[in-house]
């Protein structure tokens, strides 16, 4: 289904097809080759003829009848020739027949005397014929068995293996990873130690009554680093350590995920105490009968199997259920009950103070000027997670690369993060000399409203480089982490955003369509003022928003409107107001300090690029 929500961070994938299947060639042949040497042996002997088998007493007459041309005695066989054939025979004149046991003292004597050629061999001479004859069908069967285990084996899937517990067994000397490794988020690590202190010591803890939660459910957004904390867990914990993604229950057949949660299970609770993680959980957890396209038998299958095993804990099963998930609005209600995944740890986007921790943490390897401050890249990357910080680090590394330095400057560190943030610069755009200007006026007029309005952002820089993403680019930077948003600074926002097209009108005389995703933006939080924060004057302290829109939460398909045609109208009318009015106060501010504006916009032009510096000093002179 294309509507899966994936997070594809998950590094614990394993390939699901195995190698093409080269080896049925090599097998048929192998087969023949066995048919061949078993029957070998007896295709010999249907060509040449077998001798016939006749009594001792035959033997013995034919003899005394002067009926022998030659004897060969090997132990107790005896072959020869006869000169005739025998009647009744099928013409061969060839024969075989056995020495008693008992022996026969007379026979040496009766055949000289007949002067019969008498040939004697050594009894059970093995000549290395007959050992490859024998030996070399059981070694080739071996070999084919072998082979179609092997290839069984590579290929995971195949029929053999369906419904077998695929997690990946972890132990601590194999994995790297440790809790220092994950910087920041000390809270979620005190969390996970505390279940490594009760896999060690449960009588601790079992003393006082208390019961350890037997699930733990990692939330947050991608790249936070939950699994990254699982397997770090993994390296600390020194128990055996299941780790599984939930798309890995996943198969073809009706009924496989929930054999290999099973075997999952029981897997890890015969080598108890263990734990068991499974990422991505929300590819199996889903609220079950929601979503398009019918029943997922499958999935609903999976994830019931799934609940009855975490029901079937017993109290001494020291086996851990750890999962991660950056969807938790989607998961069945039933997951999180109590006894189930009932501890939920939320793994939240780094702070400033933990995105310095992360960044060091991923500079270890990598030469930086003494010049590079990790708090002030930290401070430049409100937002960023964790793989976002390590990949910014990578980006540097490579632009150092590029320059063929030998170490990385805080300059390619810069570099890195506009290049994340705003995209590549289009080296071979070319922008014409007017176009060029209205994008000047509008970034000036973007950053000089924000200059002058109390609860903006400060500004970081002002670009007119074309990028990916747009013509040029105002980038405002908050200097502290931001939780709460206010009315006013959510206002001032929306008349920054309102500035750039208020400066087109105004000293250009035309507007451009270079505004839109200023529009929308701008739109997006007015609306958002006016249906979830309850900002706007006449409809105040309402919520009016369905937070549960999408269909894959496992909602309705359409949107429900919980409100009237009435308040439909005066939500429109509110969000318009809130637009009207920012961008008036954005064409007043321009109008007051134009003078700055055009500063602004010549030097734009000029430079390209300003910084908050730059802009600082062409705003304050004159007003
Ligand atoms: P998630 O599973 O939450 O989507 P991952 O654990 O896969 O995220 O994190 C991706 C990468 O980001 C990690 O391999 C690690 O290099 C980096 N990372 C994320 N969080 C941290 C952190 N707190 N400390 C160090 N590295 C981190
Ligand atoms: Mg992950
Ligand atoms: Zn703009």
């Known amino acids: 289904m294309a509507n899966e929500p994936q997070d594809t961070n998950n590094g614990d994938k394993r390939p699901t097809s195995g190698p093409p299947r080269i080896g049925t060639g090599i097998g048929a042949l192998v087969l023949v080759i066995i048919l061949v040497t078993v029957f070998l042996p007896g295709i010999g002997k249907l060509l040449s003829g077998s001798p016939e088998e006749i009594s001792y007493d035959t033997f013995k007459q034919q003899i005394v009848d002067d009926n022998m041309l030659s004897v060969t005695v090997e132990g107790d066989k005896i072959t020869g020739v006869f000169k005739s054939a025998l009647s009744g025979s099928d013409g061969s004149k060839d024969f075989l027949t056995y020495l008693p046991s008992f022996g026969d003292p007379d026979l040496l004597a009766s055949l000289t005397k007949s002067g019969v050629t008498i040939l004697t061999r050594p009894a059970n001479q093995i000549s290395l ?7 070399l069908p059981f070694v080739l069967i071996g070999w084919f068995l072998y082979t179609m285990y092997r290839r069984t084996r590579q ?58 939660p037997k699930g733990v459910l990692l939330v947050g957004p991608p790249g936070t680093g939950k699994t990254l904390l ?33 075997s999952l299970f029981r897997d890890a609770k015969a080598h108890s105490p263990s734990i068991i993680f499974i990422d991505e959980l929300d590819s199996i957890g889903r609220h079950r009968g929601a979503g398009l396209g019918g029943g997922h038998d499958e999935r609903e299958q999976t994830l019931n199997q799934l609940l009855s095993e975490l029901d079937g804990f017993e109290q001494n099963d020291n086996t851990i259920v750890l999962a991660a998930t950056n969807r938790p609005d989607i998961l069945d209600p039933a997951l999180l009950r109590p006894g189930r995944f009932d501890r939920r740890v939320t793994v939240d986007r ?3 103070k933990d995105r310095a921790e992360i960044l060091k943490v991923h500079a270890k390897n990598k030469p930086f000027q003494a010049d590079v401050e990790f708090e002030k890249v930290a401070q430049g990357t ?5 793989a976002d910080l390590e990949n910014l680090l990578n980006e540097a590394a490579l632009l150092a690369v590029r320059k063929e330095r030998s170490v990385i400057t805080m300059a390619d560190v810069d570099e890195a993060r506009d290049k994340i943030l705003l995209g590549i610069e289009r080296t071979n755009f070319a922008m014409t000399e007017d176009e060029k200007k209205i994008v000047a006026y509008h970034e000036a007029g973007h950053t000089l409203v924000a ?10 820089k002002v670009t007119i480089i074309p990028r990916d993403a747009s013509m040029g680019v105002t980038q405002m930077m908050p200097d502290h982490d931001q939780h709460l948003y206010s009315k006013n600074y959510v206002l001032d926002r929306i008349t920054v955003m309102l500035g750039g097209r208020a400066a087109e009108d105004a000293f250009i005389g035309d507007i451009t369509s270079g505004a839109e995703s200023d529009l929308r933006e701008a739109t997006r939080l007015a609306r958002k003022m006016v249906l979830d924060w309850g900002m706007s004057l006449r409809l105040h302290n309402l919520s009016l ?6 269909v894959f939460l496992g909602a309705d398909i359409s949107r429900r409107r919980e409100y009237s045609e009435r308040t439909a109208q005066q939500v429109d009318e509110e ?49």
Do not use: C, W
């Open 129 to 135: 014929f007959t050992i490859l004859i024998n030996v």
């Open 155 to 212: 290929q995971g899937d195949s029929i053999f293996s369906v419904g077998q517990n695929k997690a990946k067994l972890y132990r601590k000397t194999k994995e790297g990873v440790t809790f220092s490794d994950v910087a920041g988020i000390a809270g979620v690590k005190k969390e996970l130690h505390e279940i490594v202190d009760f896999l060690k010591t449960p009588e601790r803890f079992r003393r006082l009554g208390a019961k350890v």
């Open 230 to 262: 699982a397997r770090a867990l993994a390296g600390e914990a020194n128990v055996p350590f299941y780790s599984i993604s939930g798309s890995d229950f996943m198969e073809m057949f009706v009924g496989v995920g929930a054999s290999r949660v099973r």
């Open 350 to 352: 780094p702070t400033l």
């Open 382 to 386: 409100p937002g960023f997670s964790g």
């Open 451 to 460: 200059v002058n309005l109390p609860s903006a952002d400060p500004i970081h």
């Open 545 to 550: 928003g369905d937070e549960r829109q999408d």
């Open 575 to 623: 969000i318009k107001s809130i637009l009207d009015k920012a961008y008036e106060k954005a064409a007043a501010i321009l109008k007051d300090k134009s003078a700055a504006l055009k500063r602004i916009a010549e030097a734009l032009v000029e430079k390209e690029e300003l910084g908050s510096k730059e802009i600082m000093d062409l705003v304050g002179t004159i007003a």
